[in-house]
């Protein structure tokens, strides 16, 4: 799939998976280097189709998606609320995805686990772009104030991420610092993030 | 796959996507029946391996895991700290597995995305164990305190969720209020979740 999604060659590391899991897992990475071509309402469908069946608490899916597609006054409000390192790739997205999440239960109490149940819809999102060859990379990295208003985010839900969905692009149109850094990072072994029985001392 | 996790045939409704995914996402759900049999170190190791690969902020990778094979005392302090109501049949799990995320960042500011990150650590885990048969349930409802004390969980994280992970069982082993529940359960159409351009007012 790498290659897939890279057509320009580049060297990237192979992902080695210590113990046996789907590829899916190590295949997905979060690439920058954008075509600029557009991502139809359908594939869009299909991204929320797979972070719709993600598992929450009592079964609440707090978990919401403002979308807007290149060109539209949408994308460019929410393009403009990222920081200028993520603007200068992510303004070749296809589409822009805002994922939010509601802090409290509708009978006002908090909602505790709303972040973490919206962290799993965004997981099967990413993973079921990669499975379409599309490149599907969030970003923290933004004005909240900025965001939320462009996307006309009332009170009560929190923003977590915006997420370019795309093409896979020429990596020579990345400036040359993130050229660089085009490739699937690396990982913690498995032995420095699961422990038996305690958490280390 | 759902005649795989449950032997015993119960009337399960197929879910159907409405967009075209990978079944992955639509054929894993929170199943309670368990046989009680072992789940191998490895087995263990291949979860986690799945999580490892998710993205973060900063790939900061700010989740951990800590997990208690049946029958040993962390198994039984963890099952303790759950609430009746689950810890009525995830007695029967081969390993109970405690999701946290560290709350501040290496230099002590504070990390707004842990939660976030690591319910999308916790979906990889997920879809990672209903690929190979296993049921992988989340549980949200336990004493935070007594979990915590379990796995010796220091100042600094946060604990989401327990998980249980096991094989499948008799559905008939269950309390008839939780035989009735033994189904996948439903969710939201996308058009309930995703927007285009701006949240609905």
Redesign the interface.
């Known amino acids: 799939m790498s290659s897939q999604l890279h057509p320009v060659a580049l060297p990237l590391p192979a992902?080695t998976?210590?113990?046996?899991?789907?590829r899916?897992?190590?295949d997905?990475?979060?690439g920058r280097a954008l075509s600029g071509a557009a991502v139809a309402p359908?594939e869009?469908?299909?991204l929320?189709?797979?972070?719709?069946?993600?598992?929450s608490?009592?079964?609440g899916?707090p978990?919401?998606?403002?979308?807007?597609?290149r060109g539209?006054?949408?994308f460019a409000r929410i393009l403009e609320s990222l920081m200028p390192q993520n603007r200068v790739w992510a303004e070749r997205a296809g589409a822009l995805v805002a994922v939010?999440s509601a802090v409290h239960l509708p009978d006002g109490r908090p909602r505790?686990?709303h972040?973490?149940?919206?962290?799993?819809?965004?997981?099967?999102l990413?993973?079921?772009g990669a499975?379409m060859g599309l490149v599907v990379h969030?970003m923290?990295g933004f004005d909240r104030a900025a965001a939320a208003a462009a996307?006309?985010?009332?009170e009560g839900?929190d923003l977590?991420?915006i997420v370019a969905v795309g093409r896979p692009g020429d990596v020579r149109d990345l400036p040359p610092a993130l050229q660089a850094r085009e490739a699937p990072?690396a990982?913690?072994?498995?032995a420095e993030?699961?422990?038996?029985?305690?958490?280390p001392?």
Chains 1, 2 share one sequence.
């Open positions: 992902r998976a210590d113990h046996d899991v789907l899916l897992f190590t997905r990475w979060s359908e869009l469908a299909r929320f189709e797979a972070a719709r069946w993600a598992p608490g009592g079964n899916q978990w919401r998606f403002v979308h807007a597609r539209s006054p949408a939010v505790p686990a972040a973490f149940d919206a962290g799993a819809a965004w997981m099967s990413a993973l079921q499975s969030a923290g996307i006309e985010l009332p839900w977590h991420v990072s990982r913690k072994p498995v993030i699961a422990f038996a029985d305690r958490f001392a």
